[in-house]
């Protein structure tokens, strides 16, 4: 996976969100869509962390 910005991943994993809540998709693409949402999660999570610490450490 590229480097995406927060607003990048968000993006993206909100269009995976709307995908998966029409469930329209077959299961197997489900489980696709499903397991790159999980992995933009964590980027997302991840950087927001990060940011967190950041800020932190600027107020120390």
């Known amino acids: 996976m590229e480097k995406l910005s ?3 991943a968000l993006n ?3 269009a995976l969100v709307e995908k998966l809540q029409e469930g329209s998709l077959p ?3 489900t489980l696709s869509v499903y ?3 999980a992995r933009l999660a964590v980027l997302c999570g991840k950087q927001l962390e990060a940011a967190k610490q ?3 450490s600027m107020n120390d």
Do not use: F, G, I, S
């Open 12 to 14: 993206q994993l909100e």
């Open 6 to 8: 927060y607003e990048q």
């Open 27 to 29: 299961l197997d693409e």
């Open 54 to 56: 950041k800020l932190t």
């Open 35 to 37: 397991e790159e949402a």
